[in-house]
């Protein structure tokens, strides 16, 4: 079956511009996350989403970045006003309540 | 808030070796899961512990989950260089909703 799909792949915008990133979950997985990976770092959450509950946004780094799921199945995430500091890889993950993760390829996102 | 950490940072071996990552949390876990990701790649499921004192085994790999549920390790035996990657521990703690990763050990071997 279908893993998670993320798009676009790469992403490169100029300091400023706002960007949306698509995650596209595994059927039937109510959690989806999304994390944030500097090169050579570790993963930095972002922001959860389960079920019809609340999103959980602790992770969300400023109020420019903002994220959504619609009909509990797509996510975006966007970022407004892009700065440098925001290029990264940024991986989404769909999973069952407290089971594994599965993650998608990540959008590797540059500002200029 | 929830800290888990991870050591050693880096880790290179020579073909053949040992290798051990270890995860420490600040706060007791109700699981403990850890991922590998390949250069390039991105983080993909290895194993879920929950029991306190669980041990499970992959092939060449020991996942352990300590007896007060705040640490755990991964013990590869005899590496091999398609053991490379960065390998992660993932945990819940309490009443959180959802997983804080490790910082990850950054595995190399070399043949």
């Known amino acids: 079956g279908a893993g998670v799909s993320q798009s676009p792949s790469n992403k490169v915008t100029e300091k400023g511009k706002d960007v949306e990133l698509r995650c596209d979950p595994i059927?039937?997985?109510?959690?989806l996350y999304w994390y944030r990976q500097s090169l050579g770092q570790g993963l930095e959450f972002l922001i959860y989403?389960?079920?019809?509950?609340?999103?959980?946004k602790s992770g969300l780094p400023s109020d420019r970045f903002s994220a959504e799921r619609t009909g509990g199945s797509v996510s975006t995430l966007t970022i407004q006003r892009t700065q440098q500091e925001d290029s990264a890889v940024y991986l989404c993950?769909?999973?069952?309540?407290?089971?594994?993760?599965?993650f998608g390829p990540g959008t590797r996102l540059t500002v200029t | 808030g929830q800290q888990v950490m991870q050591i050693p940072q880096y880790q290179h071996v020579q073909e053949g070796e040992d290798f051990t990552t270890y995860c420490n949390s600040s706060?007791?876990?109700?699981?403990i899961q850890w991922y590998k990701q390949r250069p390039g790649g991105h983080p993909v499921f290895l194993i879920q512990?929950?029991?306190?004192?669980e041990v499970k085994k992959q092939k060449r790999l020991t996942f352990q989950f300590g007896e007060a549920k705040k640490n755990s390790s991964l013990h590869i035996t005899a590496t091999q260089t398609t053991d490379v990657g960065t390998y992660f521990c993932?945990?819940?703690?309490?009443?959180?909703?959802?997983?804080?990763f490790g910082s990850g050990t950054q595995l190399t071997v070399l043949p």
């Open positions: 993950a769909s999973s069952l309540v407290t089971y594994e993760q599965y």
């Open positions: 059927s039937g997985h109510t959690a």
């Open positions: 989403f389960q079920g019809n509950s609340a999103p959980d």
């Open positions: 706060t007791t876990l109700s699981n």
């Open positions: 512990l929950v029991k306190s004192g």
């Open positions: 993932a945990g819940i703690a309490g009443s959180a909703r959802q997983l804080t």
